[in-house]
T-cell receptor, first 113, second 113 residues
Framework: GNSVTQMEGPVTLSEEAFLTINCTYT??????LFWYVQYPGEGLQLLLK?????DKGSNKGFEATYRKETTSFHLEKGSVQVSDSAVYFC????????????FGTGTKLQVIP | DGGITQSPKYLFRKEGQNVTLSCEQN?????MYWYRQDPGQGLRLIYY???????QKGDIAEGYSVSREKKESFPLTVTSAQKNPTAFYLC????????????FGDGTRLSIL
């Protein structure tokens, strides 16, 4: 079956530091990949997505590149802010009929001033 | 603005009691989902529905029930058969099948009295 593995958190960074959150996946087909963000007490919001190999998703300074050869979709940001503190989820879903979304366990990011 | 509304935000259940969580969307999405989120874990799928009057069990459907009588609404009932119901429940919707991103509500936190 499909699976998503994220790096363990929490990740604590100082403001303006570089962020990387690792995500690797296992899938039988050609999935679409997503990053979602969850702020305290809220639901998940789509942060970015990529639908095929070598695609780069980007939004709000975050970016991630779909790497088929390494089955990875690492999230990066060049300079984090305190407002980026949240839990980040990597996810995948396969196309063609209903395919459920498989989520990683989430990585908590804390940015300190 | 279109979105997903979950109510109530906080819910308390007595032992042996059924409770119903509301989920309404005005995005005109065909598919709707219910997830359970426990601390330090990813999202686990309870039920999903691809179309009105049809729904399917997810990975952890035991002790839960749903209905889909209208496109906009997908209520979840947590029955007394669910022995560990304390969790954060998230409702989501998507345009259709497969690789479309999901849109989430802000969740309902259920606790046992």
């Amino acid at each position: 079956g499909n699976s998503v593995t994220q790096m363990e958190g929490p990740v604590t960074l100082s403001e303006e530091a570089f962020l990387t959150i690792n995500c690797t996946y296992t899938a039988t087909g050609y999935p679409s990949l997503f990053w979602y963000v969850q702020y305290p007490g809220e639901g998940l919001q789509l942060l970015l997505k990529a639908t095929k190999a070598d695609d780069k998703g980007s939004n709000k300074g975050f970016e991630a590149t779909y790497r088929k050869e390494t089955t990875s979709f690492h999230l990066e940001k060049g300079s984090v802010q305190v407002s980026d503190s949240a839990v980040y989820f990597c996810a995948l879903s396969e196309s063609g009929g209903y395919q459920k979304v498989t989520f990683g366990t989430g990585t908590k990011l804390q940015v300190i001033p | 603005d279109g979105g997903i509304t979950q109510s109530p935000k906080y819910l308390f259940r007595k032992e042996g009691q059924n409770v119903t969580l509301s989920c309404e969307q005005n995005l005109n999405h065909d598919a709707m989902y219910w997830y359970r989120q426990d601390p330090g874990q990813g999202l686990r799928l309870i039920y999903y529905s691809q179309i009105v009057n049809d729904f399917q069990k997810g990975d952890i459907a035991e002790g839960y029930s749903v209905s889909r009588e209208k496109k906009e609404s997908f209520p979840l009932t947590v029955t007394s058969a669910q022995k560990n119901p304390t969790a954060f429940y998230l409702c989501a919707s998507s345009i259709g099948q497969g690789s479309q991103p999901q849109h989430f509500g802000d969740g309902t936190r259920l606790s046992i009295l």
